[in-house]
């Protein structure tokens, strides 16, 4: 085990990594170049952030990296000292990546993995206000930001639901804007690893993609926060940061707390991405037709390797197929899907998903077989889970009513 505290965040040392072109399965083939990885954030560093700026107490002391062999631990306040409570953690590339390549703006994709080594309870010392994962550029002074923010404030009922939310562009400050990402969950928190990923346009100024696990949403409405830098530093860089962030403190108690993240890994993608948006229904509303008629966008889709389908995933964690998308227009698709049976007394009132992704041929063959029975679930007709070479691109959630 190791620690690292006090670390320079403006060093630049990657000696291991190695540029790597990759030519994604999904997402219309886009060309991704991975420009950096870290398994346990060994070269990563910590920076402090007081909820009192004008009388601050804190110093990096009060933050900690702890890097293990396969993964990290991010402590905030650790000597639940007054006055601490955040805890930004990161690593900036300034001006080229490692292959001396020069830093420009464009798409690019943050993705790890993160998980709560304790539940978060108001009744101990070890309390949580929310994880961070953001990624920044800076080109000229003016700094963009795209951040997931897992709200788990157990005082709240966001919190106590674990809402994945994103920081979004306001009139005057952010606005934390819900994602509709673990809306519905039956069991809000557990010490299981968990997968994000976000995927910004620095170019265009705005979000592209969300994802928490299985669930992706479709961002591309929502511009990018524009930071304020409190320098005078005017270098292109790019950070990305994993943010552990303790409980505010009150008048007569302070908080700690740790999350862990590993496998982390920043690439650049530099084809438009094929995305899609769920248009109708709403997210979230009972439905009472059967077949539910889906209607929504979809943008650089023109691959003849990759289809685009609608499926249901059920309560149960059942997934069914429903069928590829039929477009209306160059931009525009409709599918007919089956959220539960309006007859079956069981459906009544549960939560399904109903999904837009990509797939592979390898993948299409697969999400067909349910369609023949021929699944390896529910008597053939589901499975029991996506097939390699599907990617979400949109969902919603609809309560299935009594017709």
Known sequence: MKSSRKQNIFVFAIFLFVIVLLYSIVGGGNAQYDVYTSKNLSNHSVTMECPDKKNCSCTVDDVEITSFESYANVTSNVQRKENTYANAIGYKLIETFPDDTP???????????????????????????????????????????????????????????????VHTNGVDLPILTDTGIRSYQNKPFDTDWHTFELVVDFATQKYVTATFDDETKNLCDYELVQVESSSNDTNTFLNITT?????????????????????????RITTLPVTAKITEPEDGVTVFDDPVSVYGMVK?????????????????????????????????????????????????????????????READKELRKPLRGEGDVADGWGLKALPKGAKTLDQITVIRGKS
């Open 300 to 360: 650089n889709f023109a691959n003849d390797e990759l289809s685009l389908w609608a499926c249901v995933k059920s309560y149960d964690g059942i997934w069914y197929p429903q069928e590829t998308l039929t477009m209306t227009g160059e931009e525009t698709w409709e599918a007919d899907t089956r959220p539960g049976i309006p007859t079956n007394p069981a459906d009544i009132g549960k939560k399904f998903r109903i999904v837009v992704l990509v797939a592979t």
């Open 103 to 165: 830093i420009t703006s464009g798409i690019y994709k943050y993705e790890g993995k993160v998980r709560l080594p304790v539940l978060p309870d108001v009744n101990q010392t070890e309390k949580p206000h929310a994880v961070q994962m953001s990624i920044q550029f800076q080109d000229g002074g003016e700094t963009l930001e795209g951040r997931i923010y897992w709200d788990l404030d157990p005082w709240t009922q966001d919190g106590k639901r674990g809402k994945i939310k």
């Open 243 to 267: 943010e552990s962030l303790a409980a505010r403190p009150s008048s007569n108690e302070n908080f700690t707390w740790t999350t862990q993240f590993k496998d982390l890994n920043l690439s």
